[in-house]
């Protein structure tokens, strides 16, 4: 355990209330994540089990945005929670109206959801089966994997082109009866962007009767053009947006699918019920907000770009970013690194199989991102 | 329009921006909802869509508590929210434990949700089939139906006894291979309760290979005893709670399944995502609060007792309720009364094929109460 989770925090958590059982459990969980076929962002709510990280801890490990909601978020949670009692669904609709024209969509191309994990878990539940696979980048964002796996579809990870963007051709090409083409752009983990024309290309020649999913979570920290337009178009093309990400609202849940009503439409029935009216509004009050999204991007690329400058002097090896995280090559099992990073308090993300000397780090606050560079100057010397 | 909502509550509907042509969709919705085969709570959503009721309406149609979430769970809501931008997957898991322990279960036996319509809906995907029905009462809560008709499975409902219990001697002779029995105790729309007896005499003598799906939306305003020691004793029993009735959180989110682990592994493939933090801490909150249950129930047995003298007195003839709900014989098509009273900015609930000349009324506060008494004499009269 002393690996993993320094003793001067174990004494922090042993104060706090922790069993020394349940340390062991975290240690545990924390050497075994890379080895787990599904070690992804739900799979750390097995990690929160053990309690809260030290109140210390720099928290760099899942993408999350520092900055928390806006305030006008934080007002409009204020007044929907006082009529709690109430299902409110008026904001989820007033949600689904504002959001369609931001898009320059109709309203019935955006169905709303409580974030983006939700929608992607039904888009491969839909649209793949046992004899329509899921295509995907490798490294990518795994999530998609276990609705597949719960409907028996296969996966076929197609290596990032050496741009870092996804190799669209080679995605075509992969099965000549595809069910999902998941393109996460700007990708998860690294941060790369996928050229439009790229992404148009594989909606013109993908083969028939498949989709292209476009997961664009990351979309707002680029300048890259977004691809509602697709959807405008009648295409087949579903996107995913969640409000989890620039907008600050992990914990809060709000997001949408955008697509043609008859592809929405085959998502419905997999659950049913009202969505959190406190995610509900601090969405719609954030895409209220003027240059909320220009502001955030600009704050977050600074910090990225100070970041960077800070990796190339120290001659460490990354992936150059455009998003709010970015893969760095520690020369040796990325999971050593982060178990020493974490007995710093420095919690950084996950590793990926096909890149296992690379570790994911989320960019925090400046304050948090001098911590991280003194921890991994330690931990890499 | 005219029969549907008042000229002044047109105007005053129309001065708040809404226009004449999404006014007459919303006549006609009111107007069509008898007749749709899946009018329920959530299709309530479709009639929000035109906007929000006037500010003055009695709302007391889809059985929500007008005290609203109480003040500790705001509190946290507020904490909460303020670290929205981090995913607070340990709220989830405190909430789990705490739940788990006022329920004597182990945590493994309580799974977390947005509310209990999430959980009913998968246990209908997972526990029928188009082999193996849906057996509920008549009239019952008919959210289950939607995900019946999703995988093809036949509902079959069984007429509720004549002192408004379910008839489990009835469902369970009603098909050779029944996949889930739906009992909603107290039920929803009567409000009437299946003695303990008949629900172990249920579990006891179903048919093997279906589950008895016990739906406590609404114990908590009743005195009858919960379900949850059949859930610790390892019967093939889900129990659904939710946050949204007595706690006064139907727009927050949160709600539980309780079952063997091995039920409940059945609901995880066909979702995905974090919950909402602002509803797991606001249902921790609450379920701290001492004799919370207590007073909100006695708070509503004030109003509801007050409300049926009264209707007695006027030889209105109900259904004695211990539920946040009653059901009105208007000896007249039921739709015609409820257009009637919407037309008095009184929002009652909805009319059950099986008992055209009922209408579901919601208990509010005695203030809307008083203006349900005014408005029904008149439409009655």
Wanted: glycine fraction near 8%.
């Amino acid at each position: 355990m002393d690996k993993l989770i320094s003793r001067s925090a174990q004494l922090d958590m042993l104060r706090r209330g922790f069993s020394r059982r349940s340390l062991a459990r975290a240690a545990a969980l924390l050497g075994a994540g890379a080895a787990l076929p599904f070690y992804n962002e739900p799979a750390l709510a097995q990690l929160s089990n053990i309690g809260r990280l030290p109140p210390d801890a720099v928290k760099i490990n899942a993408n999350e945005n520092p900055l928390g909601p806006c305030p006008e978020a934080l007002e409009a949670i204020a007044r929907a929670a006082r009529n709690g009692g109430r299902y409110q669904y008026e904001e989820t609709s007033d949600f689904v109206n504002l959001l369609a024209s931001v898009e320059g969509l109709k309203p019935d191309h955006v169905m709303p959801f409580a974030g983006s994990s939700d929608p992607l878990h039904r888009v491969i539940l839909a649209f793949t089966s046992k004899t329509q696979p899921l295509v995907m980048a490798d490294p990518g964002y795994e999530a998609g994997q276990r609705a597949a796996a719960f409907v028996g579809s296969q996966v076929i990870r197609v290596p990032l082109r050496k741009d870092y963007a996804h190799d669209v051709r080679a995605m075509a090409a992969a099965h000549p009866t595809p069910g999902v083409f998941y393109i996460c752009n700007p990708n998860n983990p690294t941060g790369t962007v996928t050229p439009r024309e790229d992404i148009e290309w594989l909606v013109k020649n993908k083969p028939a009767g498949s989709i292209v999913l476009l997961d664009e979570a990351y979309i707002h920290f680029t300048e890259e053009p977004a691809g509602s337009d697709l959807v405008a178009a009648g295409k087949d093309v579903i996107i995913l947006r969640t409000f989890s990400k620039l907008y600050g609202m992990a914990g809060l849940r709000a997001g949408a699918a955008f697509g043609r009503p008859d592809l929405l439409e085959k998502l419905r029935g997999f659950s049913a019920g009202a969505l959190p009216v406190t995610g509900m509004v601090a969405a719609s009050a954030s895409l209220r907000v003027k240059n909320l999204v220009p502001e955030r991007r600009k704050y977050l690329r600074e910090i990225r770009e100070d970041i960077f400058e800070w990796l190339e002097k120290n001659r460490f090896s990354y992936v150059p970013s455009v998003s709010n995280k970015f893969m760095v090559d520690v020369k040796r099992p990325g999971q050593e690194v982060v178990r020493e990073m974490a007995a710093r308090k420095v919690y950084i993300g996950r590793v990926w199989p096909a890149w296992p000397t690379h570790v994911r780090v989320s960019i925090g606050t400046r304050e948090e991102m001098e911590k991280f560079k003194a921890a991994f100057l330690e931990v890499m010397s």
